[in-house]
């Protein structure tokens, strides 16, 4: 009988990845010349829209800007802070530009925060928006043990606001050679895979969880900048709505798994969409000036299973196009 979570709020899909970023007009830009994502509505996040706004649980005014897009099934958003205090500024101070935070839709966000709160975690930055028949509101939760902000979110379609959309024409064909359809995984950088993955199931019953060794001969042609490595890791897996979220942990030899908990420490790491060819995706990438810095093949062959990390800076994310039939060549340790 398979286990049930115990978890007192459950996430059944990932509604929104957040970036945080300084120039918001100029990433929304870059992201519809070079993955076609977009069009972009982009709105002043600010009283009167925004109410009620509360900053480490105490009142405090602020004004940030937010662009958003829908790619796929998810929406993508990028936030800037403008003035006063916020948790994207510090963010920015502290990690730089980068993914921030990762949404789920509730029926209640006062009664999500209650119970999260309850369970020893805080709130980082919460509020209302307009139009307030709907009942719009967020609350970023400091959820550590999951190794990324979670915020849970009342949102039904609709802000009470007009946007400024980039681009102006509603008729423009982005340029871009490679085309991101939807995000089709999120991933973080962790250092425990297993207690993580019990967390998540844990706090927000997000799993089971197939856990991969992830070295030869699974993977194999493993290169880190552009050159043959050999590394291992560990992969978890699991789906969450739409939505796959991969915890990956770096074990032994040369990874930006590695590199990336070096520098920044354990969280949000990269993006994923699907390709019909990865060499090709990489090719064209490369062309434009961006740098690969981990790729590999991985079994079985018949399905040519391959992934690369590009490294996109202009979009203030790593990107990673894959080749992913559904099939890994392995059996996984399942937790629970």
């Known amino acids: 009988m398979a286990k049930e979570s115990t978890a007192k709020i459950t996430c059944k899909g990932i509604n929104q990845v957040a970036i945080a970023v300084r120039d918001i007009e100029k990433v929304a830009e870059n992201y519809w010349n070079i993955l076609g994502i977009g069009p972009w509505a ?31 099934n998810v ?25 921030h935070h990762l949404n ?17 975690f805080v709130s980082l930055q919460s509020g209302k928006f307009e139009p307030r028949r709907l009942k719009g509101g967020y609350d970023y939760i400091d959820t550590w043990p999951l190794r990324a902000i979670w915020e849970p979110v009342v949102y039904a379609g609709e802000i009470g606001a007009e946007p400024k959309m980039f ?15 939807g ?13 993580v993955a019990e967390n998540y199931w844990n706090i927000l019953g997000i799993g089971p969880w197939a856990i991969f060794d992830w070295e ?36 032994e030899g040369p990874s930006i798994y590695g590199d990336w908990i070096a520098e ?43 992934y690369d990390y590009i490294d996109t800076w202009p979009l203030r994310a790593i990107w990673e196009p894959v080749v992913y039939a559904g099939e890994i060549g392995a059996e996984p340790r399942m937790h629970p």
């Open 183 to 195: 995000i089709n995984q999120v991933a973080i950088a962790v250092k425990d895979i297993e207690k």
């Open 42 to 72: 982009i709105f002043d996040w600010e009283s009167p829209l925004v109410y009620d706004r509360k900053y480490h649980g105490k009142k405090a005014w602020g004004r940030e800007k937010i662009a958003l897009a829908q790619v796929g």
């Open 104 to 120: 789920f839709l509730v029926d209640d966000v006062d009664e999500a925060q209650r119970v999260l709160v309850e369970e020893g």
């Open 216 to 251: 030869s001969p699974l993977v194999y042609d493993r290169k880190y900048h552009g050159k043959k490595a050999w590394g291992r890791e560990k992969i978890a897996l699991t789906q969450v709505g739409d939505v796959q979220l991969e915890l990956v942990s770096p074990v």
């Open 167 to 181: 681009p102006a024409d509603p008729n423009a064909v982005s340029p871009a050679k490679i085309k991101c359809k």
């Open 75 to 99: 929406q993508l958003e990028l936030v800037s802070p403008v003035e006063g205090p916020s948790i994207y500024g510090d963010w920015i101070a502290e990690h730089g530009e980068g993914l």
């Open 264 to 306: 920044r420490g354990e969280g949000l790491h990269h993006l994923n969409f699907l390709v019909d060819d990865v060499d090709e995706a990489q090719r064209v990438l490369v062309e434009e000036g961006f740098v690969s810095l981990q790729s590999g093949k991985f079994e079985p062959r018949r399905l040519k299973g391959g």
